[in-house]
């Protein structure tokens, strides 16, 4: 056994030594190794920001919650009979969250997008104008950074009231707090009581956009009947989401009047429309990800094949003094694996670092329009990289090695370079 361990730690060692002896080779051979590693970091990082932001958005929006809207989030669809569908009106709404009874909250709200909001001199374009009720407040994601939500009676009385989204305060005030500072919507005055954690993902960036404030006090703006309302539900639980779906449809066909074999118009949304989106854009990454990761350790593999076959041949009198001195065919043969698989984890432990690199530069640089980048390479990506590229070196340095242990030592002895 400890035999067997020192002849390791020699395979090692003679290995590690022919490295170093030509560290230009080694580093150019590795280049494929490491562009394809890097690419492969930075796929992994890729997916798992995905996976960060579509996880952010199911706790914004809820696994919990359902929309009834007259659009669909995930589009589709005949455009021109959606176009056509009428307007949920506040007072559907307000019937349809009087009947469902297996839900722990109701809420309705409309929105108004596109919007501007002015304080003083300055302004902010682009914004979405939400009208809601005091209990969205009470939402596990409705999270405030500084002051508080509206209250019930601030809504009953329309109170010219706002809680604004982060990016908002950003545009309007910078770091200074807006609490007790008067906005402009539509050039009346609204006084911020609150703002909102910054809560905008990949799929709901517009979030961090919104100013929130009393449904009444949206419909003395924009008027109660102009535009369709959403009816947002909360189930007790997520398991329960499934019957309260088959309810809630019910409920809203019974109140829109529709004829049994009329098609609905609206629709139940929920964050799981946003799954196919996510998986659409996994394959996309999967796809380009895996095809340049393949070519560039198709690269790797080609030129570490031909450098080891140049390495046996320059070693030639060297394989058969060891062969005469006893070294076993495996034990050259363990040394030229050892070889190609110690510069194929050079080459990666390369690319990991330039794929670190150029994740810290985005992270830092997207930090405030995109939080859910990971700042780092998974852990679990920089185990497949590694091990991905000691496969590569194992393929490429497999035929040459063979040859090396098959090299006839009367024969090797004779070579003259």
């Keep these: 056994m400890i035999r067997r361990l020192a002849e390791y730690a020699d395979v090692f060692i003679s290995a590690l030594e022919s490295l170093r002896a030509n560290p230009l080779r080694s580093l150019l051979t590795a ?15 890729a997916l798992g920001s995905l996976d960060a932001a579509w996880e952010s958005t199911l706790s914004t929006l809820g696994q919990d919650m359902l929309y009834v809207d007259k659009w669909n989030w995930a ?49 902010a374009s682009g914004l979405v104008i939400e009208g809601t009720m005091a209990r969205f407040g009470l939402l596990p994601s409705t999270t405030l950074a500084e002051g508080r939500f509206f209250s019930e009676m601030e809504e009953q009385h329309a109170a010219a009231v706002a809680v604004i989204g982060d990016g908002v305060r950003s545009a309007l005030f910078g770091n200074r707090s807006p609490l007790g500072e008067t906005i402009r919507i539509e050039g009346r005055p609204f006084v911020v009581v609150g703002v909102m954690n910054k809560r905008g993902t990949l799929f709901t960036d517009f979030l961090d956009r919104t100013v929130y404030i009393p449904l009444p006090a ?34 809203v066909r019974s109140v829109r009047m529709l004829s049994p074999d009329a098609p609905d118009d609206f629709a139940i949304n929920e964050a799981q429309v946003f799954r196919d989106q996510v998986a659409n854009i996994r394959m996309v990454i999967g796809m380009v990800g895996i095809g340049l990761t393949a070519l560039s350790f198709l ?10 076959f140049v390495a046996v041949v320059e070693r030639t009198k ?28 050079a080459g990666a432990l390369v690319g990991i670092a330039l794929a670190g690199g150029l994740i810290a ?36 340095g497999f035929v040459p090695a063979l040859r090396a242990a098959r090299l006839d030592p009367v024969e090797a002895l004779r070579y003259e370079a």
């Design 75 to 123: 589009g589709g669809g005949n455009w021109r009979s959606v176009m056509n569908r009428k307007n949920i009106t506040i007072d559907q709404a307000e019937e349809i969250a009087r009947r469902v009874r297996a839900a722990s909250m109701v809420y309705i709200s409309a929105d108004a997008w596109g919007k501007t909001v002015v304080r003083a001199d300055k302004k």
């Design 31 to 45: 280049l494929g190794v490491t562009i394809g590693v890097a690419f492969v970091s930075l796929m992994g990082w």
């Design 318 to 345: 060297e394989i058969g003094i060891r062969r005469a001195v006893g070294a076993r065919r495996s034990s050259i043969l363990a040394q030229f694996l050892a070889e190609a698989a110690m510069l194929c984890v």
């Design 218 to 251: 949206f419909f003395g703006l924009y008027g109660r009947y102009s535009r369709s309302v959403t009816v947002a539900v909360k189930a007790r639980s997520p398991e329960e989401l499934g019957e309260l779906r088959d309810d809630l449809r019910g409920i």
């Design 299 to 308: 690269v790797g593999v080609i030129g570490i094949t031909n450098v080891m």
């Design 361 to 396: 530069v985005a992270a830092l640089l997207l930090r405030t329009q995109m939080e859910f980048l990971l700042p780092f390479v998974p852990l679990n990506v920089v185990a497949l990289a590694v091990g991905s590229s000691i496969c590569v070196g194992v393929i490429a």
